[in-house]
């Protein structure tokens, strides 16, 4: 009776399992019914056999009792464990076959495969660019209603992360398969940084989060190419931080004394000193690529490792609380450090499309080329308004890292 149970919950076509998770608990608890609950047999009776010579007499009847087996509670209980944790182990496989495959004979495509497991996240970036969109003063109440819709955004993507990772989407687009991963953990950077700048507000977490918000935006923008027919979050749902750094405006006093000025040219220095050090070398790459040198998987690993450094790099810069007189070089900065991602992301299409005899790897090739180009006009007029000040407020000689961060 068990192996019916099983065998029918476990059934590939949708009509032949149980219609509700209530029908198949109430199966397994027919079949795990304990002995003493079932009906016992009916008591045999024996009929001793007639004289031959009293024909019409008949003997008493004797009825014996059939006898009554008892397995011990505890006896019981030591079997059924085992078996109870097998049931649920097959329960946990047949419900996990019913969600993965919704209920349906033919598989779903990539893009609705992926859609399913945004669901969840378009949802909750939606209610938290409502309740940043409804932040037009430090009112305590909406600042905590921003808190916890960042919460529940952090919750989402932290579970879309756990979904996505047994998709298996790598092993038929290896490129959309990576820029999944990327946006989530784009998306679970900004949903963070919405709660921490909504916990305790100030401008270098209202700007993180506003940077963080825009890497969501371009990675979901960049999913959505990569993969047609994918439901992402719009732009609209990914919004609403610039009222954090609004809010904040009115609270940062604008000083270029000298002492201020040291300190944040001192901690930029480092950071970009520390970055050309570290960072690996794209030319490098691109030309191994080219030369087929490398491995598909070990490129892939390595413009990964790129593009997260770029991010960390950006998330840095962002958080530091910029003096009056490095704001406009700043801004510089941070164009620059986008400037560069873009021609990092060129580069991963490009290397995605090649391995994989995608006809539209020579087009991804001539837009790596025009974002690099991009990227060193950026960082040169960087270095040059941030060396200018750097000698001018404070003296200093040229900051030796050139367009190499």
Request: hydrophobic share 45%.
């Amino acid at each position: 009776m068990l192996d019916t149970v099983i065998a029918k919950a476990l059934a590939k076509q949708p009509e032949h399992r149980y219609p509700t998770c209530a029908a198949f608990v109430a199966a397994l608890r027919a079949a795990l019914a304990p002995a003493e609950s079932r009906p016992l047999a009916p008591p045999v009776t024996r009929v001793a056999p007639l004289p031959e010579t009293a024909a019409t007499q008949v003997e008493p009847q004797e009825t014996v009792e059939r006898p009554e087996t008892s397995v011990p509670p505890r006896a019981r209980r030591r079997r059924l464990v085992p078996l109870v944790l097998v049931l649920a182990a097959l329960a946990a496989a047949a419900i996990a076959v019913i969600v993965v495959s919704g209920g349906e004979e033919s598989p779903r495509s990539g893009g609705d495969r992926v859609s399913r497991v945004l669901d969840p996240v378009v949802s909750a970036d939606s209610a938290l660019a409502d309740a940043l969109g409804d932040l037009t003063d430090r009112d305590p109440a909406k600042l905590e209603t921003v808190s916890s819709a960042a919460l529940g955004a952090t919750d989402a993507v932290t579970r879309a992360q756990g979904a996505a990772s047994v998709l298996g989407l790598a092993d038929t687009d290896a490129d959309a398969a990576t820029r999944l991963d990327q946006v989530l953990e784009a998306n679970l950077t900004w949903a963070r940084q919405v709660g921490a700048a909504a916990t305790d507000l100030n401008r270098a977490r209202a700007r993180a989060a506003e940077v963080a918000e825009g890497n969501t935006r371009r990675g979901y923008e960049a999913l959505a190419a990569a993969l047609p027919g994918v439901e992402v979050p719009s732009p609209t749902a990914v919004s609403g931080s610039e009222r954090l750094v609004v809010l904040t405006d009115v609270e940062v006093a604008a000083t270029s004394d000298r002492a201020a000025n040291r300190a944040y040219v001192e901690s930029i220095d480092r950071l970009l000193t520390n970055s050309k050090e570290t960072r690996m070398d794209l030319g490098e790459l691109v030309n191994e690529v080219q030369g087929r040198s490398i491995s598909f998987a070990a490129a892939r690993r390595r413009i990964d490792r790129i593009i997260t450094q770029r991010q960390s790099l950006q998330d840095a810069v962002a958080a530091f609380s910029t003096p009056k007189a490095f704001q406009g070089a700043a801004e510089l900065l941070r164009a620059s450090i986008g400037a560069a991602l873009d021609d990092d992301f060129a580069i991963q299409a490009w290397i995605n499309a090649l391995y994989q005899n995608d006809p539209s790897a020579p087009d991804r090739l001539a837009e790596h080329a025009a974002a690099s180009q991009r990227a060193s006009t950026a960082k040169r007029k960087f270095v040059e308004s941030y060396d200018r000040l750097r000698k001018r407020l404070l003296g200093l000689p040229p900051l030796e890292v050139g367009t190499s961060y």
